[in-house]
C-alpha cells in the first residue's frame, strides 16, 4: 500500500473550507493508503504563539480532524515536536540544501519581506517539512498549488542525498486535490475562506455555536439578481453557497437551481444555514465526546510510538552513511 503524508499546522482556526476542501478529502483518501497524519507545531514556531493557545489548538484540531471522520485506526496521527528525531534530521538535510534553495521559497519571500527581523527558523523550516516528509518514505504529500513547491525541495534533496551518500530515501510526489471543493469568504467571495482572516463574519469556524454559524450564512454577501444561480463570475457569493450546500447535503447544484427556481434569497440562504448548522452540530457532538476523553492521549501515544521507530531507523542511516557514526566504516566495507 501506498504512503501518504498530511501536515495539520496548528494556527488561526479550522473552518468550514479547511473541511469540505481538505479534511473530507482526507477521510475518503484513508481506505487507500497507509495515511500519516501529523501536526505541524515546530512549524508554527517560526513566528511568535502564545503558549497557552498553541497548547490549547493542538488538541483542539487533532479532536476536530477525528470528529470530521479522520479514523485513528486507519491513520498514524501525531505531534511534530515529540518525535526528537525529526529535527535530528532537519540538520543532517540542512547541510545537503543550500542557502539559495531555501531562500528562494514563495513563502520566505513574502514573509521575510513583511518583517525584516524574521527568524532563522522561517529560512530553514522548508528542511524541516523536507524532513518530516522524508523520514517515513512517503509516496505522497496532498498539497495546494502553493506547497507544491515544498515538496519539490524535498524531493531535490532527497535526490541530492541519495547520489552522494547512496540510496537512502524514496522520492516524494505532489498529490494536488482535484476534488476539493473551494469555498470562499462569505463577505468577500472573492477570497478564498481563510482560518487567519481577520474579518470574523465572513469566515464559519468548526468551533463556532450553531447561532453565529446560522447568522453569517444569513448576512452572506449575494447580490442584487435574485436568481439561485450557479454563476462564479457574475454571481460569486451565491455560487459560494451552493457549493457549501451541494457539499454538505450531497446533492447536485443543478438540482439545487432547479429546487429554488423562483424563490428568493432569503429563502435559499435558510436552507443553507439549516443543512450547515445539522451537520455541523453531529461533529461538534463528537468533538465534545473526544475533547473531554482518554481518546487522544491512546491515539497520540500510539502514534508517536510508530513515527519515532521510523524516525530512528532513518536517522540512523543517515548518520552511518555520512560517517557521523562511532563505528568504523572502514571495516564495515572490509
Not at 76 to 97: D, G, H
Request: proline share 4%; net charge negative.
Amino acid at each position: 500500500m501506498k504512503r501518504i503524508l498530511t501536515g495539520l499546522k496548528p494556527t488561526g482556526d479550522l473552518t468550514l473550507g479547511n473541511y469540505l476542501g481538505a479534511i473530507k478529502q482526507m477521510v475518503n483518501m484513508q481506505d487507500e493508503y497507509d495515511s500519516i497524519l501529523f501536526v505541524a507545531d515546530l512549524h508554527a514556531l517560526t513566528i511568535y504563539q502564545d503558549p497557552i493557545e498553541l497548547n490549547e489548538r493542538i488538541r483542539k484540531f487533532i479532536a476536530m480532524y477525528i470528529a470530521c471522520g479522520i479514523d485513528p485506526e486507519k491513520n498514524t496521527i501525531y505531534i511534530q515536536s515529540e518525535n526528537e528525531f525529526i529535527p535530528a534530521m532537519s540538520y543532517l538535510l540542512e547541510c545537503t540544501t543550500t542557502y539559495g534553495e531555501a531562500s528562494r521559497m514563495i513563502q520566505f519571500k513574502e514573509k521575510s519581506k513583511q518583517n525584516a527581523n524574521f527568524s532563522v527558523g522561517l529560512l530553514t523550516y522548508p528542511v524541516l517539512m523536507a524532513a518530516d516528509i522524508l523520514y517515513c518514505d512517503c509516496d505522497y504529500v496532498p498539497v495546494g498549488i502553493d506547497q507544491k513547491q515544498h515538496v519539490e525541495l524535498a524531493r531535490n534533496i532527497a535526490e541530492r542525498f541519495n547520489n552522494r551518500y547512496g540510496e537512502t530515501f524514496t522520492l516524494p510526489e505532489p498529490l494536488l486535490s482535484e476534488t476539493g471543493t473551494k469555498i470562499y469568504d462569505l463577505k468577500n467571495p472573492t477570497k478564498k475562506m481563510s482560518k487567519s482572516e481577520e474579518n470574523p463574519t465572513g469566515v464559519i469556524s468548526m468551533f463556532d455555536d450553531l447561532e453565529t454559524i446560522a447568522s453569517k450564512i444569513k448576512g452572506a454577501t449575494t447580490d442584487s439578481l435574485n436568481q439561485v444561480h450557479f454563476d462564479p463570475e457574475n454571481q460569486p457569493g451565491i455560487s459560494n453557497l451552493l457549493n457549501i450546500a451541494s457539499s454538505i447535503a450531497n446533492v447536485p447544484i443543478a438540482e439545487l437551481e432547479e429546487n429554488f427556481k423562483g424563490k428568493g434569497y432569503g429563502e435559499f440562504k435558510k436552507y443553507v444555514s439549516e443543512v450547515v448548522v445539522n451537520h455541523i452540530s453531529e461533529i461538534q457532538k463528537r468533538y465534545e465526546e473526544i475533547i473531554n476523553s482518554d481518546m487522544l492521549e491512546k491515539v497520540l501515544n500510539k502514534g508517536i510510538e510508530r513515527s519515532r521507530e521510523l524516525a530512528k531507523e532513518k536517522y540512523e542511516l543517515m548518520k552511518i552513511k555520512m560517517g557521523t557514526t562511532r563505528k568504523d566504516l572502514k571495516k564495515q566495507d572490509n
